[in-house]
């Protein structure tokens, strides 16, 4: 393997929210321990992702089809998909804390790492992690914000990488 | 996680020597016969113990 030429995965992160910030780090992740080199841009609500402390919640707006299903009680409770209507997922005050309150408690439930947990992986395998300098412009983030392990850059620094890559997702 | 945390132990290990591996990832088998392929390291037993997972991986490289 070490004379081949290493494959590549190129992402690029756009969303913050917890549910959104699973699968480039789970895919980045995964491709690294496979050997391939990985680079990570984000950018938009994505950007968040590099702070030093991930703040990430659920939010059911936007998601009509999302599942509510409680991480506690007997298997057939468990198992049963609540039907929240719209008007109180996006509407009661505090729902967006509970409903992450309970993926956190599913995703602890099942064994599955948190999100840190992933990020600290891809920081240890060498994934590279692009911040999007013109997000932080419009938004007002500072470098000293992000985790060491940051660049910062712009579309074409991602697309220089990206040129070379066998696989490249926007997510 | 199950092929980053093998990732992890087999770096620190010599070319020739097996790793056994459990996991309860119910995604693990096929998950690491592709991380075998990738990395050409092979994978001589994956078995499904009923909820855990058994693997035996020789590094190669």
């Given amino acids: ?171 | 996680m199950p092929v980053v945390k093998t990732k992890k132990a087999i770096k620190g290990m010599e070319i020739g020597q097996n790793l056994e591996m459990i996991s309860t990832d119910p995604g693990s088998i096929p998950d690491m016969q592709a991380w075998a392929r990738q990395t050409k390291h092979d994978l001589l037993e994956s078995e499904d113990q009923g909820g855990k997972f058994r693997f035996l991986i020789k590094k190669t490289h």
């Fill in chain 1, 1 to 171: 393997m070490s004379d081949d030429k290493p494959k590549r995965l190129a992402l690029i992160s756009s969303q913050g929210t917890l549910d959104w910030a699973y699968p480039p780090f789970i895919l980045a992740s995964a491709a690294a321990a496979m050997d391939w080199e990985v680079s990570i841009f984000f950018t938009f609500y994505g950007l968040p992702l590099l702070k030093k402390d991930i703040d990430a919640n659920v939010s059911p707006a936007g998601n009509p089809a999302m599942p509510m299903k409680m991480p506690f009680g007997s298997k057939g409770f468990q198992s049963i998909n609540w039907p929240i209507p719209n008007v109180i997922s996006n509407n009661v005050p505090g729902f967006e804390s509970v409903a992450t309150g309970l993926m956190k408690k599913t995703f602890k439930n099942k064994g599955v790492a948190t999100v840190q947990e992933l990020r600290d992986m891809c920081v240890e395998m060498d994934v590279e992690m692009i911040g999007c300098q013109m997000t932080m412009d419009v938004f007002g983030f500072e470098k000293q914000e992000f985790i060491e392990h940051a660049n910062i850059g712009g579309a074409a620094t991602f697309l220089e990488f990206a040129a070379d890559a066998d696989v490249s997702l926007f997510v």
